[in-house]
């Protein structure tokens, strides 16, 4: 790297996946790692490990991913499998996402069909569903200082965040009416917010 010439050495370009194979690899052990939710995952590893992505890039990937119809993180993968290979890009990242869990998933299926009926297992799924809440709550908290950098203001997503709570949680509205509703005029605010 040559120094530029006020002295300082220029800015090394951000890390990125090598090829669609370096996809395909990363996004197979991200699926492989996300059992009964994989935000938690997905964000320490394309964030924080692999830093494909800044903390504000996840943010509004994920968002996007969310209200794009299909699985979050199929859809984020497919997002970031394009941005640096295109089609064969999103092809093998969302092949990693796809491929080797399916046999995972279809070889546990066989087996909690022999053993539904144990207590044990029960109980061992119940366990890993906290686990699970637990680890996207923990990813949910670690996101909140990205909302100061919000066009909105940092008491306002937080107001959004509380109102989704309560709907969802609370109100056992459906997801798809609480996007329609709160993300609806959380996106229209913003815009007006960002318009020139």
Known sequence: MHPSPSGAAAPSAPPQPKSPR???VSFTWLALQGFGGVLAIV???MVEKKRWLTPEQFLEDWAVAQVMPGPNVVNLALMIGDRYFGLRGAIAAVAGMLAIPLVVILMLAVLYAHYAGNPQVAGALRGMGAVSGGLI???GIKLI???RKHPLGFAACLVFVALVFVAI???KIPLGWVLLAVGGV???WTWRRIAP
């Open 22 to 24: 370096d996809l395909f």
């Open 43 to 45: 964000q320490r590893e």
């Open 137 to 139: 709550a923990a990813t």
């Open 145 to 147: 200082p990205q909302l």
């Open 169 to 171: 949680a609370v109100l």
């Open 186 to 188: 959380a996106c229209a």
